[in-house]
């Protein structure tokens, strides 16, 4: 495989961004070599700089889910381009994609969209503070809220990744309010409460965990955490910037049928543009200015490009049987994994739901990111490499999930399924 084009472009990418790159997992560092360098993108493949063709499965770390570059995404932004690219104004697009989210999403009444989920988190927190009264919030282990000093406590993906405790430059006053819990300990959460009754503002989760590797929630740990939640009168979050539209079409939360107080949302709802939401009860979102007295804002929040690219996306996924297919086809994806692994002889445990997927190689099962830790990551590097030299893209990270997309044939599942079956049996 020649990748000297990637290798020249990255070396000097060093000398101008930090790591050469502008968001950390993306640099290989636990994987190890050099990352790779797209050229372009189109439905489940990627093509870098030297010409190599990988069957992608990232999705641009979610947004992908109809395949990248979808014609009728494509077209629908070429006819909103043509009007301008941001207004700073309300318009019609906004409520036609606050429309279709809050059709969908059990939780949301009413939305409010920002730039990035790290934007939607942050406001979250703020709105759940405002709501309550209330300073403490309850985060678990493994659970990642994008980048704010306050979510930087046992935080995943690329914090876990590089195996960093936390940020320096968070003061401690700011995190001294995050309380955590390890993730499907319900017993821990009641702990929480116990010893802070009237304090804590609430609790947010990844419904099912994408940024510890891919873990999903115990039977009745959702139930429990709305149980809790409700004694002490504390809100319960979402954070599907991850599930959202992806675990099933109104999100983790329709999938499992637990109505949290507040969502957040990204990825999937911008259609590959930068877009975040947060959104709940009516009653909680008045809260959020001009309505109310919460301050947050965005400059280029609700740009038309961004919605009409939600727009289309949330329309193609609405069509009848997409979910299926992304369940089958996922399910099939990782069944494979795990019966490669299993014939070279090597401990994995794994699982899918819907477009999501994941495994880690070790025994399990994986509950929590205490137990994901046990996984052979120096093993998980190797794979990595020699499924790069098969054209297969992953997660450069033994702690991300796997994202499929519509544009995954029977045939791209196949052929992965075979590159699996080669490289375990080369790092066996
Ligand atoms: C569950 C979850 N929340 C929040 C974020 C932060 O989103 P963004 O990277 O758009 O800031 C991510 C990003 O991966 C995420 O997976």
């Known amino acids: 495989m020649n990748t000297s084009r990637s290798e020249a472009l990255f070396a000097a990418a060093q000398k101008l961004m930090p790591g050469g790159v502008n968001s950390p997992?993306?640099?290989?560092?636990?994987?190890?070599?050099?990352?790779?360098?797209?050229?372009?993108?189109e439905g489940a493949y990627a093509w870098d700089v030297d010409g190599n063709r990988y069957i992608d499965y990232i999705g641009s770390w979610g947004p992908a889910i109809c395949g990248h570059a979808h014609p009728e995404v494509i077209e629908a932004l070429h006819?909103?381009?043509?009007?301008?690219?941001?207004?700073?104004?309300?318009?019609?697009?906004?409520?036609?994609?606050?429309?279709?989210?809050?059709?969908?999403?059990?939780?949301?009444?009413?939305?409010?969209?920002?730039n990035s989920g790290t934007e939607a988190c942050m406001a979250v927190l703020r709105l759940m503070r405002a709501y309550t009264g209330r300073d403490k919030l309850i985060k678990f282990e493994g659970c990642y809220h994008g980048h704010a000093d306050m979510f930087l406590v046992k935080a995943g993906s690329g914090v876990a990744t590089l195996g960093l405790p936390d940020s320096p430059g968070v003061p401690s006053s700011t995190t001294a309010n995050t309380l955590t819990a390890p993730y499907n300990d319900?017993?821990?959460?009641?702990?929480?409460?116990?010893?802070?009754?009237?304090?804590?503002?609430?609790?947010i989760l990844e419904p099912v965990v994408g940024n510890a590797g891919f873990i999903p929630p115990d039977f009745g740990f959702l139930e429990g955490l709305r149980e809790l939640t409700n004694e002490y009168g504390a809100l319960l979050v979402f954070d599907?910037?991850?599930?959202?539209?992806?675990?099933?079409?109104?999100?983790?939360?329709?999938?499992?049928?637990?109505t949290p107080d507040l969502t957040t949302m990204g990825k999937v709802i911008g259609g590959g543009l930068p877009v975040g939401a947060y959104g709940?009860?009516?009653?909680?979102?008045?809260?959020?200015?001009?309505?109310?007295?919460?301050?947050?804002?965005?400059?280029?929040?609700?740009?038309?490009?961004?919605?009409?690219?939600?727009?289309?996306t949330l329309e193609l996924l609405k069509q009848?049987?997409?979910?299926?297919?992304?369940?089958?086809?996922?399910?099939?994806?990782?069944?494979?994994?795990?019966?490669?692994?299993?014939?070279?002889?090597?401990?994995?445990?794994?699982?899918?739901?819907?477009?999501m997927f994941g495994f880690f190689l070790c025994e399990g099962p994986v509950r929590n990111f205490e137990e994901a830790k046990s996984?052979?990551?120096?093993?998980?590097?190797?794979?990595?490499?020699?499924?790069?030299?098969?054209?297969?893209?992953?997660?450069?990270?033994?702690?991300?999930a796997g994202f499929?997309?519509?544009?995954?044939?029977?045939?791209?599942?196949?052929?992965?399924?075979?590159?699996?079956?080669?490289?375990f049996a080369i790092i066996a």
């Open 375 to 400: 996984a052979d990551t120096t093993r998980f590097a190797k794979l990595h490499r020699a499924m790069l030299e098969r054209g297969v893209y992953l997660a450069p990270s033994a702690f991300e």
């Open 280 to 312: 709940g009860r009516a009653e909680i979102m008045a809260m959020v200015a001009p309505a109310g007295p919460m301050y947050q804002a965005g400059t280029l929040s609700g740009n038309p490009l961004a919605m009409t690219a939600g727009i289309k």
């Open 240 to 258: 599907e910037v991850m599930t959202g539209f992806r675990i099933a079409y109104g999100g983790a939360q329709a999938k499992f049928g637990v």
């Open 320 to 355: 009848p049987g997409c979910y299926e297919q992304l369940e089958a086809r996922t399910k099939r994806l990782s069944n494979g994994i795990q019966a490669a692994a299993q014939a070279a002889g090597l401990p994995i445990c794994g699982s899918s739901i819907s477009a």
């Open 79 to 114: 006819q909103a381009l043509a009007k301008g690219t941001s207004f700073g104004a309300p318009c019609a697009l906004e409520n036609q994609l606050a429309q279709m989210v809050i059709d969908a999403v059990p939780s949301v009444e009413m939305v409010r969209f920002v």
């Open 25 to 41: 997992v993306r640099a290989f560092k636990s994987v190890g070599g050099q990352p790779i360098l797209f050229d372009r993108v």
């Open 404 to 423: 499929t997309s519509l544009a995954h044939s029977e045939a791209d599942i196949d052929a992965t399924i075979d590159a699996f079956r080669e490289s």
């Open 186 to 203: 319900l017993e821990a959460v009641k702990e929480l409460f116990a010893a802070n009754p009237d304090s804590i503002a609430g609790v």
